[in-house]
């Protein structure tokens, strides 16, 4: 059995930012599978691996890991995985730290704040958030996405210049999120469009589509009873994105 165990729940975008890196990279792991909506990340055996909580945890032999990009760089260092995804070269791999550090209160939070307005409050309060909320929150996103396409990806092909790197990654999982909501990203955007194909290219789609079969089908997520420590602890985080 692998030293490396990946807690994750594909419906997670950073443990989905994990999990494709760890599968386009052939790094060995045992795929523990959470279930977000089940509550598996409050159980008391979690709290010993992640004491955080929060999906998804990495552990290797007896050391504990939380925090996705630390995760990713983790195994890029530890599995001495190709240079392109976190360049060697000072310039491009400064490109990368900007995305890494720029998309926590961008990228990763607006499209989250969406997705939460799109779907988990409607979920948790039985009703549509008001419109004039839904729209301001879709006017930051695309903002953001404007910020993508302008400053991060420019007329390269990827975001540190020819080849993928984990700030594609990471940014992709993200968006991905806010279309698994019902929002065309791409649709008026042929750059950022042009940008995820090479993306989903340079992944492999077979691996991209298994990555992001759960998110695109959330509905179906829907179906399965939530129990009430879970419901309970999702509706906390509604104030958090102000819903
Ligand atoms: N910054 C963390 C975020 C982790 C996170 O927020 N995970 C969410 C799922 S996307 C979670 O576990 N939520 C469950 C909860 O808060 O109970 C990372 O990148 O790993």
């Known amino acids: 059995m692998p030293d490396l165990t990946l807690y994750v729940d594909l419906l997670s975008q950073p443990a989905r930012s994990v999990y494709i890196f760890a599968k386009a990279n052939n790094i060995p792991f045992n795929h523990h599978e959470m279930w977000l909506f089940k509550g598996d990340q409050l159980s ?4 010993k691996v992640n004491p955080i909580r929060k999906i998804p945890a990495l552990k290797d032999g007896n050391f504990m890991l939380a925090e996705s990009i630390a995760m990713l760089l983790y195994m890029a260092n530890k599995y001495k995985t190709p240079d392109h995804w976190y360049p060697s070269d000072l310039q491009k791999r400064a490109r990368v730290d900007e995305y890494l550090a720029w998309q926590t209160l961008n990228t990763r939070y607006h499209g989250c704040k969406l997705f939460w307005f799109k779907f988990m409050a409607p979920f948790l309060l039985g009703r549509e958030l008001e419109s004039k909320k839904l729209e301001a929150a879709l006017a930051e996103f695309n903002n953001t996405m404007t910020n993508v396409e302008d400053h991060f990806i420019r007329d390269n092909p990827f ?3 020819d080849k993928i790197s984990i700030a594609d990654l ?6 991905m999120q806010v279309v698994g909501s019902g929002v065309d990203v791409f649709e008026s955007r042929p750059k950022l469009a042009a940008w995820k194909q ?4 340079a992944i492999g789609e077979e691996l991209f589509r298994e990555a992001h079969a759960k998110i695109l089908n959330m509905k179906e997520e829907l179906n399965i009873p939530m129990p009430p420590v879970a419901k309970e602890r999702f509706k ?4 958090f994105y102000n819903c």
């Open 170 to 175: 990471v940014a992709i999982v993200e968006i």
């Open 198 to 201: 090479r993306v989903v290219e």
């Open 44 to 47: 008391e055996d979690y709290a």
């Open 159 to 161: 975001i540190a210049g």
């Open 236 to 239: 906390s985080r509604l104030a």
